[in-house]
């Protein structure tokens, strides 16, 4: 840690003790913890946070439509004259937090407990009669899209529509259930689905208002802090002592459970991660993108866990191993579909880097091709693992093969230990620089490689999409500055910011401490620079060769969160390129668009991606019967149409190192693991067309 950020932490420190001194001559009160918390979120942002914002009433505005989109972004609990209450506030946070006040806060909370109160009595209303599924309505299905209900006639109406919509979706599975023989009890008739759908649903929303009973003060206050910490930027959040155990549980590598990385989004929980060797890896039908809907307990009847806090979700989702838990999840096409997990203990090898050899019509002789999941470090044990070292041990067991060029895979990896891609893209070339980090304070500092060791400097690719974040797009865009490789994929995601973590605890004593346990505060405190100078922050890396994949037209990335930190640059430094020509790279680029041009499952894949977008783009459903089992019919015939893209190719032969065979052995599991990732390599077109790209770099 650098000389000013400890001075920024020890002032945080003082300033507090003092700022709390006070309070030290009588018991606290919930009140005071209140306005202890705030001052520790407020002082922290303004003390240690990359890039304090002024609290003016360009921040309040942002902190008012941040709380309200947490509180309901859906629109189905305020009306409009709730948010002309609420509009007066919308210019004076600013001075109720630099007075540690809550006025909006507890106004909104206030108005919110009113509506959840009437709200609970609509769907009870509505759910006891049946629906007519033969009127011609619809649903707005996009919140941004529309305005809040005008009165509680309108509001009333809108959960009319969203129950109704509920239901018709149960019965309509359930019909095409008995019609295509999935259904194993009597045949009902549509009134008897229509009246079974409606306790179902009945019975989910109970559950809802039994879970919204539970929420007190403390949940509510963290959703407030975190409206103003997300005014500052996107990954910096205040997160309560259980919110933090969690996030430490998915840092640790090491879960009982499904193996995904959920959060919350619009009021759906988002699967955001798939924890590489995982139930849900494994299973391989649950993707990165998908909104779980329902959650059941093996064969109970599902939960729904739409507008579900996430830490509530978390709850349904993890259990112990050898557990079954059934997910129904909205695709990315608008589909649904019910997947069966076994819950599991991550299989920690299968996010190290793992290495085999590809051998292709193009690159007969065989390159190097080495997957690494993440920039994984032991921070605890110095003796521990890192990826540093496991990718140049990989790449001295490819080079024993005698490989004819090397392929790194960052795709979906999302970053990592700093320290490690420093080192791993030093693998590459002699000393020399390889990022800038900005820190609040004082000029930028260059981190170089100081090996003069160059592990491979052979003919060398790095693969890279839309969710390769943070350190993978550090070491892309170094090899793509020293124009030492080529980089090929999508656009990065756009993560140029690097958190820390600061423990609230620390910064109370005496009485205060009556208080404890406060939680932590996750803070940007550095910016990620290119070699370059230009950031790698919002825009990601640009690769060399860019070959779409499913989301190319779909948004996704940082450029996507709301109040991001901007793209700036910062001077360049001093640096000496590699060999690779630019007239080089340009002439592969054209070869290689020429190829993928003509190749059948890349051209399907570019078709896949205008349906999604297309699919994205529905704002609508039918709430008439016929038109909304239309809808659904259309949906699966165009995702099954597309269901096998990638097929086997079979001019691709996958060899495992003879040194990962003798580790593998007789174990059936890391049989099966290795034979389910060497399958996936052999239906890579991408990396297919990457062989042939390596062929014109040699």
Not at 123 to 152: G, R, T
Not at 504 to 533: C, M, V, W
Not at 605 to 614: F, G, M, S, T
Request: a negative charge.
């Amino acid at each position: 840690m650098g000389k000013i950020m400890k001075r920024r932490i020890w002032l945080f420190s003082a300033l507090f003790v003092l700022g709390t001194g006070l309070l030290a001559f009588r018991p606290f009160s919930p009140e005071d913890k209140d306005v202890v918390l705030m001052r520790l979120v407020m002082m922290g942002l303004n003390s240690n946070h990359y890039a304090p914002y002024e609290l003016n009433d360009d921040f309040s505005k942002r902190v008012w439509k941040s709380y309200l989109d947490r509180l309901d972004y859906n629109k189905r609990f305020f009306t409009q004259s709730d948010i002309n209450v609420l509009k007066p506030f919308e210019l004076t946070i600013d001075e109720q937090v630099k007075e540690h006040r809550y006025d909006f806060f507890n106004e909104a909370e206030n108005l919110y407990e009113r509506r959840f109160q009437q709200v609970r009595g609509f769907y009870k209303e509505f759910l006891i009669q049946p629906f007519d599924f033969s009127v011609n309505e619809s649903i707005e299905l996009e919140p941004e899209e529309m305005a809040w209900p005008k009165d509680e006639a309108e509001l009333k109406d809108r959960w009319r529509k969203l129950l109704k919509w509920q239901v018709l979706s149960r019965v309509v599975t359930e019909l095409e259930n008995q019609e295509s023989g999935k259904s194993t009890g009597e045949t009902k008739s549509l009134a008897q689905l229509e009246e079974d759908a409606r306790v179902k649903v009945m019975k989910t929303y109970d559950d809802w208002v039994h879970r919204m009973e539970k929420m007190d003060r403390d949940d509510r206050r963290a959703d407030f802090l975190n409206a103003l910490t997300a005014t500052y930027d996107p990954h910096s959040g205040y997160f309560p002592p259980a919110e933090k155990e969690n996030f430490d549980i998915q840092m640790s590598g090491k879960l009982e459970g499904i193996g995904a990385t959920l959060q919350e989004k619009d009021g759906y929980i988002e699967v955001s991660k798939i924890v590489p060797g995982s139930a849900s890896y494994r299973q391989g039908e649950l993707e990165e993108g998908d909104l779980i809907l329902k959650v059941a307990q093996g064969v109970a009847d599902p939960v729904d866990i739409v507008d579900m806090r996430l830490d509530d979700a978390v709850k349904l989702i993890r259990g112990p191993k050898g557990t079954e838990v059934r997910l129904t999840v909205r695709k990315a096409d608008g589909s649904t579909k019910l997947i069966p997990i076994v819950r599991d203990v991550v299989i920690l090898e299968e996010t190290f880097a793992k290495s085999a050899v590809i051998k292709t019509k193009h690159s007969p002789k065989g390159i190097g091709y080495i997957k690494l999941p993440k920039f994984y470090a032991d921070f605890t044990d110095r003796t521990g693992r890192n990826c540093a070292t496991d990718v140049a041990l990989e790449i001295e067991k490819l080079k024993k093969q005698n490989i004819s060029g090397l392929v790194l895979d960052l795709r979906n990896n999302g970053g990592g230990s700093l320290l490690d891609v420093v080192k791993m893209t030093g693998l590459f070339f002699s000393k020399g620089p390889v990022v800038q980090v900005r820190s609040r304070f004082g000029s930028p500092q260059i981190l170089d490689d100081t090996d003069a060791r160059i592990q491979y400097d052979g003919p060398l690719v790095v693969m890279v999409n839309s969710s390769s974040a943070s350190a993978s797009e550090i070491l892309a865009a170094a090899i793509q500055d020293y124009r030492r490789g080529i980089v090929v994929g999508t656009p990065t995601y756009g993560k140029g910011t690097v958190q820390r973590f600061f423990d609230l605890d620390n910064f109370i004593q005496g009485k205060a401490e009556e208080l404890k346990p406060l939680g932590s505060i996750k803070l940007t405190t550095q910016k990620f620079y290119r070699i370059n100078g230009g950031a790698t922050q919002l825009k990601g890396v640009t690769p060399d060769i860019v070959m779409n994949d499913a989301y190319a037209y779909v948004d996704r990335g940082e450029r996507e969160q709301d109040f991001t930190m901007p793209w700036d640059e910062i001077s360049p430094v001093q640096f000496d390129s590699w060999k690779l020509a630019p007239q080089t790279i340009e002439q592969i680029r054209k070869n290689s668009r020429a190829r993928t041009e003509k190749d059948p499952a890349l051209l399907m894949v570019e078709q896949n991606a205008l349906r999604l977008k297309r699919q994205r783009e529905i704002k609508t459903r039918s709430l008439e019967l016929n038109a909304y089992r239309q809808d659904e019919k259309t949906y699966k015939e165009e995702a099954e149409k597309y269901k096998e893209i990638f097929k086997t190719i079979t001019d691709m032969q996958v060899v495992c190192l003879p040194e990962d065979l003798q580790i593998m052995g007789q174990d059936s599991i890391r049989i099966r693991l290795n034979d389910d990732w060497v399958k996936t390599i052999q239906k890579d077109s991408y990396l297919y067309e990457v062989s042939a790209i390596m062929k014109e770099m040699q």
